[in-house]
């Protein structure tokens, strides 16, 4: 579960990792106030407005139809609430976003960090993530802060410093230093950087984390070391234990199909295609995908009924599917192992019956256990549904109602 | 010979009266798996399914001699049964449990490493042995005995493909389902190299899905043992987008390496037959062996 920046600064603040300050404001007159809090505190008339949304790419990303960055530098209230009006209920695009963008519905005020002293500030780049393949933690970090890290781990991969952490033990103090002074770090800045990623570490361990991004880490100019961004990702699999975290979840960042989907125990994910699908089981639910596109569609999305398909969650898949206006057809594929297909198949009937005239054509595909009871319920319900046994004959149809 | 499981394994359930449990319990009995018992703590002594209960995993392999573990306990207590099972000396576990979080298993996978002890999963179907030994919650109808090794990340996809061997007259040796989580136990290289060992394996059909590394290192493999064996592939999610979970839990692309057509490349120039179509995998393999 991806989480908002100001979310992810607030749990990293409680775990004793340095952040840049902010308030986080929903409307103009709270981003104006916030602004005053900062600047009284920080004895500067310098704040950063950020939009809160989930992808990166901000401070290039611009709101549609105008040059207002997602990011932007204020020097004043006046500039506050200019920045704060353009921003608030308007669409940003960012590389991250696609063409259609997301809605900001918060933005950040945070301190200037930036600010001149005894040495320059300088930006660096720290994440935390799972490596699969070692089954491990690893830390990332470089020099190169403030870059989209994919392209120097393409271009200059000897920039980038990687230390695993063995589960048994954790993040041990030498290799926190050993990280410190590969970024060229010393005296104070580096005993900073030190306490910065064991602290970390620490909140990621603890809050059962799959990633953490902070790009940038700042060295400020009097070497305070300290998190300007934070990208958190949160693993779904353990909020059950996080309540509180569980809690952080934003739902208006997220696609309303996919919300209700959630809510009814359904797998799916929106996608941009032209035939819909309702599959058991997430792997054959992407073949699925794939087959579609092999026979001349697009897939419109992804969605595994998993191991519990009956009538009711057949018929909130073929809702859910037919929300989507670009929807020309309907492939239902169902391996049946623990999962009946007679029941499907009843399901099938039953959902049609419910939801009224199904204005597309439906493909169903059912295989596996009682499958020919299957069919027979499907040919003999007077539906206009193409029904299929073998996964090629269906992708064949696919063909067929698409032409 | 097969691989793993066999006609001689003995199987202990853990969460042996659990809903899952007790059903999947009851499927493999009636598929002729050897269920020796079951672990339910607080019940030991009692029975279930006409099967003794024990309260610890160190209680079953003491009185029973189970050398093999199917675990469907709840995602909170999943990665403790893991680590239960190989601290009592079972040889194989198979873990059923879909959600447990990943930290849980990267600690467990820790916890069993340099042990003698091959974990099958999380997040998986499990493992059958045709016509011998079914540890999983396959349908067991579909499986044929026969000469094609399955390793796969995904259940139904699993469930597809040994379906289209069985109709092409290809039965199986062993189908192992590896799970779709980040972190699982056994790779699809382990796989695949315990069906190039396998004297009865004669092709073996690997199917792999977006996210991570496993396919190509299993490609690398199977090319440095000079394709022994042939090998038909497929990856599922080509139209996946980026950055989405797809499902699985690790199914989710995150850089280059992660696509489908990355790891379909890789696979075709390491002399896999790679299918596009997820349709065409029992008539590929019948090529690849040179029956049609």
């Known amino acids: ?403 | 010979m097969s691989i793993l499981v066999n006609k001689n394994s003995k199987v202990i359930v853990q969460g042996f009266t659990g809903s899952e449990g007790s059903f999947h319990a009851g499927q493999m009995i009636d598929y002729g798996s050897n269920v020796v018992g079951g672990v339910t703590p607080g019940k030991g002594g009692q029975t279930h399914l006409d099967k003794p209960i024990f309260n610890t995993v160190e209680d079953a392999v003491k009185t029973t001699g189970a050398d093999v573990s199917i675990i469907f306990v709840p995602p909170g207590f999943a990665a403790d049964a893991i680590m239960e099972a190989a601290d009592a000396g079972i040889g194989v576990i198979v873990c059923i449990t879909e959600g447990i979080p990943t930290k849980d298993m990267v600690k467990a996978k820790s916890y069993i490493q340099g042990k003698n002890v091959t974990l099958i999963g999380p997040n998986c179907p499990g493992i059958i042995t045709a016509e011998e030994c079914k540890v999983g919650i396959m349908p067991g109808f579909i499986f044929k005995k026969g000469t094609i090794g399955v390793v796969s990340k995904s259940g139904t996809l699993t469930y597809e493909a040994v379906d289209q061997l069985t109709k092409a007259g290809l039965g199986q040796t062993t189908a192992i389902g590896i799970g779709g989580d980040p972190i699982i136990g056994t790779t699809t290289k382990e796989a695949v190299e315990m069906f190039m060992n396998d004297p009865e394996t004669e092709g073996i059909v690997m199917i792999g899905e977006i996210g991570g590394g496993m396919e190509a290192e299993a490609a690398n493999y199977i090319k440095s043992t000079g394709n022994k064996k042939p090998v038909v592939g497929f990856i599922a999610g080509q139209t996946a987008p980026k950055g989405r979970r797809m499902g699985h839990a690790g199914a989710i692309i995150g850089g280059a390496d992660d696509t489908a057509a990355a790891k379909m490349a890789i696979m075709r120039e390491c002399g896999i037959f790679v299918v596009d179509s997820p349709a065409e995998i029992g008539e590929t393999m019948l090529k690849a062996l040179g029956k049609k």
Not at chain 1, 343 to 359: H, L, T
């Open chain 1, 1 to 403: 579960m991806n989480i908002h920046e100001y979310q992810g600064k607030e749990i990293l603040s409680k775990y004793g990792v340095r952040i840049q300050q902010g308030i986080v404001a929903n409307t103009v007159e709270e981003a104006v106030a916030g602004y005053q809090q900062i600047a009284e505190r920080t004895n500067s008339k310098f704040a950063v407005v950020k939009s809160q949304i989930h992808a990166g790419g901000r401070g290039k990303g611009k709101i549609v139809g105008t040059e207002q960055r997602g990011v932007q530098l204020a020097k004043s209230a006046d500039d506050i609430s200019t920045i704060a009006t353009n921003l608030l209920g308007n669409t940003l695009v960012t590389i991250q976003t696609g063409p259609e963008g997301k809605v900001v519905n918060k933005v950040l005020i945070a301190e200037d960090v930036y600010y001149p002293g005894a040495s320059e500030p300088k930006e660096y780049y720290v994440s935390i993530l799972l490596d699969r393949g070692r089954a491990c933690n690893v830390i990332m970090a470089s020099t190169e802060g403030g870059m989209d890290i994919e392209e120097v781990a393409e271009h200059t991969p000897e920039k980038i410093i990687k230390e695993w952490i063995d589960p048994r033990v954790g993040l041990q103090g030498f290799q926190a230093r050993k990280v410190a002074y590969k970024l060229g770090l010393t005296g104070t800045a580096n005993k900073e950087m030190v306490n910065f990623l064991i602290s970390l570490y620490n909140a990621y361990e603890d809050t059962d984390s799959s990633m953490f991004e902070i790009n940038p880490v700042l060295k400020t100019s009097d070497d305070k070391i300290l998190a300007v961004d934070a990208k958190v990702n949160l693993d779904d699999n353990a909020l059950f234990r996080h309540k509180d975290l569980a809690a952080l979840r934003d739902k208006a960042e997220e696609d309303p199909t996919e919300v209700e989907a959630s809510e009814s125990d359904l797998n799916y994910v929106k996608l941009d295609g032209n035939v819909g699908c309702m599959v058991n089981g997430a792997g054959l639910a992407m073949a699925t995908m794939d087959i579609i596109k092999l026979y001349g569609g697009e897939p419109a999305n992804f969605l595994d009924v998993g191991g519990g398909a009956n009538a009711v969650t057949v018929e909130a898949g073929f809702r859910l599917i037919l929300k989507d206006p670009n929807v020309k057809a309907i492939f239902v594929n169902i391996f049946g192992g623990i999962v009946r297909c007679d029941r499907v198949a009843a399901g099938i009937v039953e959902a049609y019956k419910s939801i009224g005239e199904i204005p597309v054509p439906i493909i169903v595909r059912l295989q596996g256990t009682n499958a020919e009871e299957g069919s027979k319920i499907i040919n003999e319900s007077g539906l206009k549904v193409y029904s299929a046994v073998l996964l090629k004959d269906a992708a064949e149809l696919i063909t067929k109602v698409l032409a």
